[in-house]
């Protein structure tokens, strides 16, 4: 066994999984070390009012940890969803928790302190049972993520397995840089949304491999559609946010390059359907 | 029924944009121009029915690809023109909007990002120190709202049945929600974020201002005359106030949001 | 959904609290907070209704062979099997045995 392979079995065995961590623990691992401080944490019991008058049992954090830190010594907020409630849907008060920390940190840099801000991405978007007010709390954090980053780049990670959808792929979007894995899938509709919407020649929501195609990390990376495709290795992973953090703002952000978009959509032949491999092939040449 | 309700923003647009200057170089699916509003400088947008589009499932309004790239470069070519100014011009979405574009081309050629393009340009003309409104005449639906219009200074909606805010449409938020239609109206009428009735969106404090007209189809001079009204109202409102959103905080049934920002404050 | 409550005797008040699991399909939140002397107080939320039996014999059964620390305990319960109730409740006590 050649001393690379040795090296690479080694760091296979040694490899901790990012994407097996609930949100509390992802937001923990990548502060540094003894710098995670919780706020607004769950013993504080601020949970959502309108799921009990649905019969639908609450989380004591509503799926949402922000905390505060440093991330290379530099102050830091990271939020995380946690997918495994309720689908990692936002509602009022997991919505406001977001755009509230997001709005701190943008008031941060305004008086000269350089927080900066990481999401942890791991939702379906608009909670349907507060739907207008979770779409209202998405708009805000939304809005103050373009403003933090007139300041700091804020980072997204889309780890899995449930992936980002709805209105938080769009505040994905947003994001200065975006980071994904294999097990993440990033995308406006929901499958069963479209195939309810379009009919299931458009989408066949039960076709895994179809969706998995158009709508998965690698895809997602291979047609420039987000900026690092990470293995599920915690230690990895927070190297990577370090290195895009000390890369500062990019030159331009993908949410800024309509001209280009819309130059790449005139080649796109509408009259057929997409697949991966015309997406890869239309969007390639991206200078970023 | 769906072909009348889908034609008010294009209505609405020929109306109050009637002495503008209409822009070109944009998807068919846009119209943008630019006028005046009782002396102000202001460019109206607008997402509007094309049944030539070249994205099939973006041919009834609906806000797709070439939609929210083509409301952002509307939006940075303003923004980019008036850089310099002080009296940089007012954005005025007219927001009939069914639905975010449901399909295969979209979600593989990255319609969440084609739609950020939007909410970006608009949040940035907005912190830049334009004024920007959405006047409601029909549906904000879901992604497409986010795109086109929930970025604003203020929203103002006609007081009218086929004027709606939500999520999702009711059969699909039935099926994601594992419930029947009936049950999720039967929900939606003790729930106010969960309904689909004006009303119960007013409730929640989002809208600056709701305005009644005679006809929200066929508006008249008068119609007319009553909505630049309010929009120019608007235009002062936002002239003395801050450029984030916070003017939506603050009803009773929004109190945990507040309650939510407040405590985070507190704990920073 | 049914909010349960239950109490047994207990010890005097723990120290420091604890927090474990995730109201997920199949699992559950359980929170630990110091309670008043003498007593173990159980607040659940379940989504699944008609089972105060089952929590009651199951709590007996976890407490009935250990003192207890004096504790507030709250349950957010999305329909998990007493198996796993049982393994949730038993990391909470082992956490807050290393506050």
């Known amino acids: 066994m050649s001393d690379a392979n040795a090296e690479k079995i080694n760091r296979l065995l040694q490899q901790r999984s990012f994407i097996e961590l609930g949100a509390r623990q992802r937001a923990r691992a990548l502060l540094d070390a003894g710098s995670f401080r919780e706020l607004l944490d769950p013993f504080a019991r601020m949970t959502s009012p309108w799921l009990p008058k649905q019969g639908i049992v609450v989380q004591a954090d509503d799926g949402v940890v922000v905390a505060k830190g440093t991330i290379d010594s530099q102050p830091a907020v990271v939020v995380a969803i946690e997918g495994a409630f309720q689908g990692g849907s936002l509602g009022e008060v997991g919505g406001a928790k977001i755009a509230g920390a997001l709005e701190l940190a943008a008031e941060d840099n305004r008086n000269g302190i350089a927080t900066r801000a990481l999401l942890l991405l791991e939702t379906g978007g608009v909670r349907l049972q507060e739907a207008n007010l979770g779409l209202a709390a998405i708009a805000e954090i939304q809005s103050a993520i373009v403003e933090l980053q007139q300041y700091q780049p804020v980072i997204g990670l889309v780890a899995g397995p449930v992936g980002c959808f709805g209105g938080m792929s769009i505040a994905a979007g947003l994001c200065s840089y975006l980071l994904v894995t294999q097990e993440a899938r990033l995308g406006l509709n929901g499958p069963q949304v479209i195939e309810q919407e379009a009919g299931v020649d458009e989408y066949d929501s039960r076709d895994r491999p179809f969706i998995w195609s158009l709508t998965g990390g690698e895809q997602r990376y291979a047609s420039g559609l987000v900026d690092g495709y990470l293995a599920d290795d915690l230690e990895l992973i927070g190297e990577q946010i370090r290195r895009f953090f000390q890369q500062g703002l990019p030159a331009e952000q993908r949410s800024h390059r309509h001209a280009w978009f819309l130059e790449r959509l005139q080649k796109f032949d509408g009259s057929v359907q997409a697949d991966a491999a015309s997406v890869r092939s239309l969007y390639q040449g991206e200078q970023l | 029924m769906s072909t009348a309700t889908v034609q008010r923003g294009l209505r609405w647009f020929q109306l109050l944009a009637a002495k503008g200057e209409v822009q070109r170089d944009l998807p068919d699916s846009l119209r ?137 449409g009711k059969e699909s938020a039935a099926r994601v929600t594992l419930r029947s239609v009936e049950e999720l109206e039967a929900l939606a009428a003790t729930v106010p974020p969960m309904a689909y009735d004006l009303e119960s969106y007013e409730s929640l404090g989002l809208l600056w201002e709701t305005l009644s007209v005679a006809d929200a189809l066929n508006p008249g001079a008068e119609d007319l005359l009553r909505v630049e009204d309010c929009l120019s109202s608007a235009l002062t409102d936002i002239a003395n106030g801050p450029v984030d959103l916070r003017s939506r905080l603050g009803a009773q049934n929004r109190a945990a949001s507040s309650k939510v920002r407040e405590l985070l404050r507190a704990q920073w | 959904m049914q909010t349960l409550s239950f109490q047994f005797s207990a010890g005097h008040p723990a120290q420091g609290r604890a927090l474990v699991g995730c109201v997920g399909s199949g699992d559950l939140e359980v929170m630990l907070e110091p309670g008043t002397s003498g007593t173990l107080a159980i607040a659940v939320v379940t989504s699944v209704n008609g089972g105060e039996q089952r929590w009651q014999q199951l709590f007996q059964r976890m407490f009935s062979d250990q003192q207890m620390p004096a504790l507030n305990i709250t349950i957010h319960d999305f329909g998990a099997t007493p198996g796993v109730v049982r393994l949730r409740m038993e990391q909470a006590l082992e956490e807050l045995s290393h506050v």
């Open chain 2, 32 to 168: 943008v121009a630019d006028t005046t509003l009782m002396g102000q400088r202001v460019r109206y947008l607008a997402v509007v029915p094309d049944s030539n589009n070249r994205f099939p499932r973006a041919r009834n309004g609906e806000v797709g690809l070439l939609e929210g790239w083509g409301l952002a470069k509307a939006i940075d070519q303003a923004l980019e023109q008036d850089r310099e100014r002080e009296d940089k011009r007012a954005l005025i979405a007219i927001v009939d909007v069914p639905s975010q574009a449901y399909g295969r081309r979209e979600e593989a050629l990255g319609i969440h990002q084609a739609l950020a393009g939007a909410v970006d340009a608009y949040a940035r003309a907005r912190l830049a120190g334009h004024s920007v409104i959405s006047l409601l005449v029909g549906k904000a639906m879901s992604g497409a709202f986010l795109a086109h219009g929930y970025q604003a200074n203020r929203l103002i909606a006609l007081r009218d049945p086929a004027v709606m805010v939500h999520a999702m």
